[in-house]
């Protein structure tokens, strides 16, 4: 993780970090705990713009713009707008973003998952695009600004 942070620091837009009472007041308002990703991560930038400094394709949100998806994207909180349990962590370019997913977890790392705005919340449109904000954020940062994961969607037939 560390040099992927490295990474963002030397060739992006980081936020300056989270103190630890905005994550720890972030964790009491949510409910849940930030995995060891995240929290590397919000401690050393508050959010972040990947690539370009303006209009950028990865806008990673500060703790403070971190909602529910269902929010977010059906302005909503109902159960019947979407899962309670996925919230909004990255916005794209195209107006959708990259949802991660507090309901499960795979080694103590949450899962993201492509949050498709017209496919909202039906899972199969918004399917696992990466196990861990590690590995989303490697697949950002070598993406040369575009979405990842939807060749490989492309590929599953989805």
């Avoid at 009472?21 to 409910?31: L, S």
């Avoid at 919000?42 to 972040?48: K, L």
């Avoid at 370019?93 to 790392?109: A, K, M, P």
């Amino acid at each position: 993780m560390t040099e992927l942070l490295d990474a963002v620091a030397a060739q992006h837009f980081p936020h300056p970090p989270a103190t630890v009472e905005a994550v720890e007041a972030f964790e009491h308002r949510m409910g849940w705990r930030l995995d060891p990703d995240l929290r590397a991560f919000y401690t050393r930038f508050d959010g972040a713009r990947l690539f370009r400094g303006s209009n950028a394709p990865y806008q990673l949100l500060p703790l403070a713009e971190v909602r529910r998806a269902r929010v977010v994207m059906s302005q909503a909180d109902t159960d019947a707008a979407g899962p309670s349990d996925w919230y909004a962590l990255c916005q794209l370019q195209d107006s959708n973003y990259v949802l991660l997913d507090v309901g499960q977890q795979t080694h103590g790392r949450y899962p993201l998952r492509d949050g498709y705005r017209e496919g909202f919340p039906d899972p199969y449109y918004c399917p696992v695009i990466a196990r861990s904000f590690a590995e989303f954020l490697a697949g950002a940062l070598a993406s040369g600004g575009r979405s990842f994961w939807l060749k490989a969607l492309e590929d599953q037939g989805q």
